[in-house]
């Protein structure tokens, strides 16, 4: 299995793709994918999540947002939709070069620009409207810090699944949940 994924991580450095750091498996009710972080372009990103992965808080979590041909996001809900405490915010590093690509996994935030906590989503598509472009909170963009390098296709899987809408928090909840198993270091 590590020789699986050194050989992936170098096909990624070849490709282009310059991701260079530790690696989570995320097991889900549809599967596991296998994502190496950016330590190097997302030191605070990636420590970040760190955090939430070894104190196993993503275990149990849903993907509570699927929007087809755009995102899966999690990391802040768990089964009985019922928010978790997260640590307190991070400073947003969207203006680190990474983009939003297919494949790529970045912070969810709200509408302040240091806002994100311990939502995520692993984007469907290339997302260039979600890059940094600016300062203002509008134009700032969503900090990624890593990329899927196994499991794309239950990633695409995810993002296949029926939506409905629950509550005006609950717009693009998917139907059966999507559940986050667990997230470890490999």
């Known amino acids: ?6 050989l992936m991580s170098c096909f990624f450095l070849l490709s282009g793709a310059v991701y260079a750091g530790p690696v989570v498996e995320m097991k889900t009710s549809l599967g596991s ?11 605070l990103s990636v ?19 699927v929007i087809r041909n755009f995102m899966i996001q999690g990391g802040g809900f768990d089964q009985y939709e019922k928010r ?17 690509k297919k494949g790529s996994i970045s912070m969810a935030r709200t509408g302040v620009v240091d806002s994100a906590t311990s939502q995520f989503f692993i984007n469907l598509v290339d997302n260039d409207a979600l890059n940094h472009r600016g300062t203002t909170a509008r134009d700032f963009g969503y900090a990624v ?6 499991g794309m296709d239950v990633v695409e899987k995810i993002g296949a699944v029926k939506t409905i809408s629950k509550s005006s928090l609950f717009r693009d909840y998917p139907e059966p949940q999507v559940i986050v198993e667990s997230v470890r270091r490999l």
């Open 145 to 150: 810090f890593g990329q899927v390098i196994a």
């Open 1 to 6: 299995m590590k020789q699986l994924l050194l």
């Open 47 to 65: 420590k970040n999540f760190l955090e939430y992965v070894d104190q196993k808080f993503y275990d149990g979590t849903i993907y509570h947002r």
């Open 33 to 43: 994918i296998q994502i190496e972080l950016n330590t190097d372009k997302a030191p």
């Open 84 to 100: 978790k405490e997260p640590l307190g915010p991070i400073k947003n590093e969207a203006d680190n070069g990474l983009k939003n």
